[in-house]
């Protein structure tokens, strides 16, 4: 039998770390919660993507009665994006929550497996790596890729 180990690079860092653009990313995110529509979870999630032509989009969690018929902030944001700038390319997104107390979670937490596999299609259209960052209330995870995310992920590159 073989074995191999599959390892990803995850950076810690504070909000005064991220350079003006990764900041200003984590601020929409962070933003975005408070037009989440979660009554019933009361898990309030925010994402921010940039764009290669410069824009930003962001998009929140949408919940409903009728679950799983609702949305994630990430899906939220990602298919907005694509639909209204069909041909820009993901470059960076950030990801927030609010817990049920409704303050920002201490711990960054990560999109789930259908928005970890929607954003992957989105950066192989962009042909390489986007950044994800992961954001909690002090603190940033930053990761190389939305693939690291997935791993044994099936891609093109």
Known sequence: MKQFEITIKVEVLGY???NSDEEQLALL???ATERSYAPYSNFRVGAAIALD???IVSGANQENVAYPSGTCAER???FYAHARYPQA???RIAVAARGTDGEFVADPVAPCGACRQSLLE???LAGGPVEVLLCGKDKV????SVVSMLPLAFTDF
Do not use: H
Request: glycine fraction near 4%.
């Open 53 to 55: 032509n410069g824009e």
């Open 76 to 78: 939220s944001a990602c």
């Open 29 to 31: 995110a962070r933003e």
């Open 89 to 91: 390319k993901f470059r």
């Open 141 to 144: 995870y930053r990761l190389p």
């Open 16 to 18: 005064d770390e991220l």
């Open 122 to 124: 989105y950066e192989m």
